[in-house]
């Protein structure tokens, strides 16, 4: 019985053998990755003649063979068919896999070669050749691998140092949401919640031994959900004034000064890196380049955004004075009155839409269709071929002259061993060096209907999944030569890009006229419907795009601290930062204040939250070319070859630019959002 991850898969597509894998296969395939690729690497800086592209980055892009097929595989279930052994597995083996990574990252032999290489690179590279080396050179210098011992000391202090600071802040910010959670003792001042909010409030209490009362807990932004409903006005005062207050009250929960301590750590490890500050630092690895491109963008879109958000508060002013009411509009007012407007203006019962969306006519005559109208490819169901666990499904694609494209997977159900959200992953990644072809898989997280009654999605399960199928797209029309350049491998503000223009299909004139048709009596989605949906899209965009980028620059404000800078006062910093910009409002606070910004502070997105705005310009920009297109089918040709298809392998910037004939313009956001009128 030889391990099944030892060799490539002689399945189509190299489709994984997933009825051939078993437990055991895993622990031996990583203990022989990582030796095969250890090998593989030491090769390269063993050779004593001087680097070029063939004998060192060449091999590096063929090395971990085992490796690479045996974690796609094993990260992929971990996160969608988990089970105690994968699990005991993934917690022993994730710092392995840390270490191995590094090892190569932080390599100091392979590191001066690939900066001499770097330094002078050859002129018969091909462009692709020339990025590959640009990219991996950043990577490792971003990574530390250029500092002397010294220097190489000193920043694992700080990595650690900012590891112990991340894990306190989100203790400290868990410890004060929970203690937080508003308490209510009469259930009429939860009047306006639904009867299934009003128990889960009560089976909160009841979970804190609190019988008899009713919980308000808090999420993790500043607003909360129940605000849209609550008709008792203090109620929502006291949940908002709750959320705001999260971790700077003064107690041991406090996360001042761990946020303090942490962007001054972030600072310092810049500068070691050669870098001006954090932000500079992340940014030179993004398609940004720089925090001065971001801050430029950013800043052009707070002004309208302001004045909107100043307009409609009068709006919601006026409404309040209307019905006789003698108060001022507080931040806690907000979604209450706006909620008013919304169901006044378009009211759209989202239940009331499901059976127009059922999951085998969203999937063929839906998504699938979408992309045989734009990009000429076709699908068909590969029963013969399995994946992991029943609900996973095998589509073969292909082109319109029947050429291979690859697989596409989709796993559409939640069940326990899955995480929640919704995402795309690779299973095997394409490129030519290797001749490797693309198998890429979608996740949702749709409920399951009893056996034998059809999926009915909700508009945002729908959305979703022209979403994830964007990514799957990116994925499987890359034509690239590199393993590391391939599908997604983009930057982090750039990859939700192709996924956001894929859902503009979903609404599309003769894409949602093929597909949303109800599943009893076959009429289709009301254009009126389709129109308020459509409509509804640039809603209150005035205070959501500030409370964003309130957030956004927030976050590059705390990231552009430089070592040894002089920053105590939290609340101050935070004032002047948004005042700045000209978004510091009393009606319209940031969607995540200092003390629980955790998505940059803990989360992975430092420096890093504008990203999904970053995206959007290009996204919205790109669906207004796709509108002015006299034939899909030849704009989506366009928008294949030379954007999606290039996966990773140039700069995203040249690759939009040569799509598109210009770089991205931020008016069709403006208008998206509806802020073109103030600008
Ligand atoms: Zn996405």
């Known amino acids: 019985m030889t391990n099944p991850f030892l060799a490539p898969s002689a399945l189509p597509y190299q489709l994984p053998p997933f009825a051939e894998i078993r437990d055991e296969h895993f622990e031996e395939a990583f203990e022989a990755g990582f030796e095969e690729q250890t090998k593989e690497v030491r090769a390269i800086t063993v050779v004593r003649s001087a680097p070029t592209f063939e004998n060192t980055i060449e091999p590096l892009e063929r090395s971990g063979g085992i490796l690479s097929r045996v974690a796609h595989v094993f990260w992929s279930m971990t996160s969608t068919d988990s089970t105690p052994f994968l699990e005991e597995l993934e917690e022993r083996y994730a710092p392995r896999f840390a270490a191995h990574a590094d090892s190569i990252t932080l390599d100091p032999a392979l590191y001066a070669r690939i900066r001499t290489l ?6 018969e590279w091909t462009d692709e050749q020339r ?3 640009e990219r991996k050179h950043t990577e490792m210098t971003i ?4 500092l ?4 190489r000391d000193r920043l694992k202090q700080l990595n650690q140092q900012i590891a112990t600071l991340t894990t306190r802040f989100d203790k400290h910010l868990q410890a004060d949401t929970n203690e937080l959670a508003v308490v209510i003792e009469s259930e009429a001042e939860l009047d306006g919640l639904a009867e299934g909010e009003i128990q889960a409030a009560a089976s909160a209490a009841a979970d804190r031994g609190l019988d008899g009362t009713w919980l308000i807990t808090l999420p993790l932004f500043s607003g909360h959900p129940w605000l849209a409903s609550l008709t008792n006005r203090d109620v929502r005062r006291r949940v908002l004034e709750a959320s705001l207050a999260r971790g700077t009250r003064g107690n041991e929960h406090d996360n001042r000064e ?7 750590a972030r600072a310092e490890r810049a500068q070691l890196l050669g870098f001006a500050t954090h932000a500079h630092a992340i940014t030179a690895d993004e398609t940004a380049g720089s925090p001065e491109n971001v801050l430029a963008m950013l800043t052009k879109l707070a002004a309208p955004a302001a004045a909107n958000a100043r307009a409609e508060a009068a709006a919601l002013q006026a409404q309040i004075d209307a019905t006789g009411e003698t108060y001022e509009l507080a931040a806690w007012d907000w979604d209450y009155w706006t909620e008013k407007e919304r169901t006044a203006r378009f009211d759209v019962d989202t239940a009331a839409l499901r059976p127009y969306f059922e999951s085998e006519r969203v999937l063929w005559d839906g998504v699938f269709h979408a992309a045989t109208q734009v990009y000429g490819v076709t699908f068909e169901e590969r029963a013969d071929l399995v994946g992991y666990h029943p609900d996973v499904r095998v589509f073969e694609v292909r082109n319109d002259d029947g050429s291979e494209v690859g697989l596409y997977l989709l796993d559409l159900y939640t069940r326990d061993a899955k995480r929640g959200g919704a995402w795309m992953n690779p299973l095997i990644q394409q490129n030519t060096l290797l001749g490797h072809p693309t198998v890429v898989m979608n996740n949702l997280n749709v409920p399951k209907p009893p056996a034998g009654t059809p999926t009915l999605l909700t508009f945002d399960e729908t959305t979703t999944l022209f979403h994830e199928f964007g990514h799957a797209l990116h994925g499987l029309f890359a034509q690239v030569t590199y393993p590391s350049l391939g599908g997604t491998n983009v930057f982090r503000d750039f990859v939700e890009f ?3 223009v894929n859902e503009m299909w979903m609404l599309w004139p003769g894409i949602v006229d093929n597909y949303a048709k109800h ?5 289709p989605l009301p254009a009126d419907v389709v129109e308020r949906l459509q409509a509804s899209e640039s809603f209150n965009q005035g205070h959501d795009t500030s409370e964003y980028l309130a957030a956004a620059l927030l976050d590059q404000a705390w990231h552009a601290r430089t070592a040894g800078d002089e920053v105590t006062d939290v609340a101050a910093f935070e004032q002047d930062a948004l005042a700045a910009v000209g978004l510091l409002s009393a009606t319209v606070p940031t969607r995540y204040s200092t003390g629980y910004f955790q ?3 803990s989360g992975g997105y430092s420096a890093g939250y504008y990203s999904y705005i970053w995206s959007e310009v290009m996204d919205a920009d790109t669906v207004e070319w796709f509108k002015a297109q006299p034939s899909i089918r030849e704009a989506g040709q366009r928008f294949r070859e030379r954007l999606l298809g290039v996966g990773g392998s140039k700069d995203p910037l040249e690759a939009f630019r040569d799509f598109r004939g210009r770089d991205a313009d931020i008016a069709p956001l403006l208008k998206r959002r509806g802020l073109e009128a103030t600008s």
């Open 118 to 123: 770097h330094e002078s690179p050859a002129a």
């Open 131 to 133: 990025y590959l080396v």
């Open 143 to 146: 990574a530390g691998a250029g």
């Open 148 to 151: 002397d011992d010294a220097a």
């Open 258 to 264: 761990t946020v303090l301590e942490l962007t001054a």
């Open 498 to 500: 192709p996924s956001q």
């Open 519 to 523: 599943i009893e009596t076959g009429e």
């Open 599 to 601: 998505h940059v502070f």
